[in-house]
């Protein structure tokens, strides 16, 4: 990535609560337009990242820019940021308007251009007929549009977005990012997302930042990062995973075999030098891996075979969920449902391509 064309430049940020490091050495980029998310778990400095760049918080080090225009020691207002925090509450005595105008007040924008610019900011959230309204007034996915409406009133250049979803029910989150989703297409505005939840991310992140313990531990496109996590903690906290302890690899023809203890033998793609030497487990996705009537024979090439038996399959209308035991293993699959004979204690083959095994290291359990 070009850095002087990046959009939003975090360089080496570190932020500590006391004796608490609470971001250690954070540094990304974002482009015009580009969405980020920072995902990770609880505690993992994603908040703190976010009141950095915003302002509320000073690092103790590092460097941010916005635009090529050095911001770390700004005050927040004249960040000229937008941002929509966890807490997102409206100011309960205000109209709609007026919690719209907020910010521009606050900055001492003239009243007819106020009137002008909270016009179209409604508009675009599709809530002018609301702005007479109190808060009290307007169901949790209105509140949540005006918030949105005021954090983009005053035109930022970045918008910050700290769970927005997280007073949403489940349902109307699902319609919310949908709608999140559009508003930030038609805005083309960069944006820096916080989530702990991973579909979260990966459905409106062109990229996501996988943090933990006040580190950023991987950085890519989802579907990469899905594919090719470069730790146990990223591949498990991206989704189901299979994670398959691993003693010696050996080359095999144009592949490598793995031993899994207790399981047999798994076939790789070649991993890099500088992973080969310290490689500790093979990681398949449950959906990657078909399951099949007992066969003999050796494996079809470019697939992995193993025998075992059926367990246990949970139905889930479009797919079925299954628990498959592989000498001192279970392995657990999904696949639609008309692929499985759900009874237990079947015999049963499992098989995978060769590249959907992930090879991982044992730096970052
Ligand atoms: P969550 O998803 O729970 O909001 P997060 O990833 O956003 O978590 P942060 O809020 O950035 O995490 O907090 C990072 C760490 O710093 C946590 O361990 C937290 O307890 C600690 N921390 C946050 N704010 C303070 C504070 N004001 N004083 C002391 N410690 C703090």
Redesign the pocket.
């Given at each position: 990535m070009d850095r002087a064309m990046s959009y939003l430049q975090v360089d080496g940020l570190i932020h500590k609560?006391g004796d608490?490091t609470?971001i250690d050495d954070v540094s990304f980029s974002i482009e015009a337009g580009e969405r980020l998310c920072l995902l990770?778990p609880?505690?993992?400095?994603?908040?703190?990242t976010l009141q950095a760049i915003a302002g509320f918080i000073q690092p103790a080090s590092g460097r941010i820019s916005v635009a090529g225009e050095e911001i770390t020691g700004l005050p927040s207002e004249k960040r000229n940021i937008g941002i929509m925090f966890q807490n997102y509450a409206l100011f309960p005595h205000m109209t709609v308007f007026e919690n719209v105008a907020f910010g521009l007040r606050m900055r001492q924008v003239p009243r007819r251009e106020i009137k002008a610019r909270v016009g179209e900011a409604l508009k675009v959230v599709r809530l002018e007929h609301k702005a007479r309204n109190m808060p009290s007034q307007l169901s949790g996915g209105e509140q949540q549009r005006i918030a949105f409406a005021r954090a983009i009133v005053i035109r930022p250049r970045l918008l910050l977005l700290d769970e927005p979803f997280s007073n949403l029910d489940a349902r109307l989150r699902l319609t919310m990012r949908a709608e999140l989703l559009e508003l930030l297409e038609g805005l083309d505005i960069a944006t820096l997302m916080?989530t702990?939840d991973q579909d979260e991310a990966m459905a409106i992140g062109h990229r996501i930042a996988v943090m933990r313990a006040g580190r950023i531990r991987q950085i890519g496109a989802p579907r990469d990062l899905y594919r090719h996590p470069n730790s146990r903690f990223v591949g498990e906290f991206l989704g189901e995973s299979n994670l398959f302890p691993i003693q010696g690899l050996r080359a095999a023809g144009s592949h490598v075999a793995v031993d899994v203890p207790g399981v047999g033998e798994i076939l790789a793609e070649t991993p890099p030098d500088d992973l080969a030497h310290r490689v500790r487990y093979a990681l398949v996705r449950p959906e990657k891996i078909r399951i099949l009537p007992r066969a003999e024979g050796g494996a079809a090439a470019g697939f992995n075979r193993l025998n075992g038996t059926l367990e246990h399959a949970t139905f889930l209308g479009p797919r079925v969920e299954a628990r498959i035991r592989v000498g001192e293993m279970q392995v657990q699959i999904a696949a639609e449902t008309d692929a499985v004979d759900p009874a237990p204690g079947q015999p049963v083959t499992l098989s995978w391509p060769v590249d959907a095994t992930v090879l991982i290291g044992g730096d970052d359990d």
């Open positions: 609560y608490f609470a990770g609880s505690g993992c400095g994603k908040t703190t916080v702990h």
